[in-house]
T-cell receptor
Framework: EAQVTQNPRYLITVTGKKLTVTCSQNMNHEYMSWYRQDPGLGLRQIYYSMNVEVTDKGDVPEGYKVSRKEKRNFPLILESPSPNQTSLYFC??????????FGPGTRLLVL | QQQVKQSPQSLIVQKGGISIINCAYENTAFDYFPWYQQFPGKGPALLIAIRPDVSEKKEGRFTISFNKSAKQFSLHIMDSQPGDSATYFCAATSSYNTDKLIFGTGTRLQVFP
């Protein structure tokens, strides 16, 4: 089954404790992205990647890091999480067409 | 110039009625306008999309109307059903960088029987 998977689905952490949210896709897609979803703000892009070792900032990259060492994986790293990074995070991927396929989401609470 | 403005924020419709969600953009470089549907606890999923070379696109009960001169586009859901209850997002992007997808703020639709 073609899908984008994210782990963990739910995460509670404390300010400053480094964390990684993993994202993996099995569709051999070149392009992958990370979004955060906040009430009243819709989805805002954090980072995106056009292929292995090629990444670029989205609209809200501050406080986040990404890496793309393999085509199928695109982890999101929060080196020092803060409460304002409490949000619902989505990973997405797409092939050569425009359609983005979203993962199920990761709900993060930073205390 | 990067914003996509979406309205209304929430919408309540009777079963069988028409649901209409509107979006407006400013960046004239945008040339691909998808709509995403999101159910609670799930990620957004592409519902229907349009390019500015046509003024309307229909897929089943879902229709996008596009007004290039006004820089507006809208989603019409005909014969709305309780199963359509979800949050809908419009989005826009440019073919030059399809991964820079700009989303509207979302519309929560509730369809009552």
């Amino acid at each position: 089954e073609a899908q984008v998977t994210q782990n963990p689905r739910y995460l509670i952490t404390v300010t400053g404790k480094k964390l990684t949210v993993t994202c993996s896709q099995n569709m051999n897609h070149e392009y992958m992205s990370w979004y955060r979803q906040d009430p009243g703000l819709g989805l805002r892009q954090i980072y995106y990647s056009m292929n292995v070792e090629v990444t670029d900032k989205g609209d809200v990259p501050e406080g986040y890091k990404v890496s793309r060492k393999e085509k199928r994986n695109f982890p999101l790293i929060l080196e020092s999480p803060s409460p304002n990074q409490t949000s619902l995070y989505f990973c997405a991927s797409r092939g050569l067409q425009e359609t983005q396929y979203f993962g199920p989401g990761t709900r993060l609470l930073v205390l | 110039q990067q914003q996509v403005k979406q309205s209304p924020q929430s919408l309540i419709v009777q079963k069988g009625g028409i649901s209409i969600i509107n979006c407006a953009y400013e960046n004239t470089a945008f040339d691909y306008f998808p709509w995403y549907q999101q159910f609670p606890g799930k990620g957004p999923a592409l519902l229907i999309a349009i390019r500015p070379d046509v003024s309307e696109k229909k897929e089943g009960r879902f229709t996008i109307s596009f007004n290039k001169s006004a820089k507006q586009f809208s989603l019409h859901i005909m014969d709305s059903q309780p199963g359509d209850s979800a949050t809908y997002f419009c989005a826009a992007t440019s073919s030059y960088n399809t991964d820079k997808l700009i989303f509207g703020t979302g519309t929560r639709l509730q369809v009552f029987p």
